[in-house]
């Protein structure tokens, strides 16, 4: 499912955890979700 913020809200944990996060890489996050067996990610 695309647009569910699922990513997005991952890299926000990870930054919580204390691992650095470059939000730059993650500029398009909010467009992405999950993949899942047999979806195209790209």
Do not use: I, Y
Request: glycine share 8%; hydrophobic share 40%.
């Amino acid at each position: 499912m695309k647009n569910d913020s699922s990513v997005m809200k991952t890299a926000h944990f990870v930054a919580a955890d204390g691992w650095e996060v470059d939000l730059s890489l993650w500029a398009d996050a909010a467009d992405c979700g999950p993949c899942h067996q047999g979806n195209d990610s790209r």
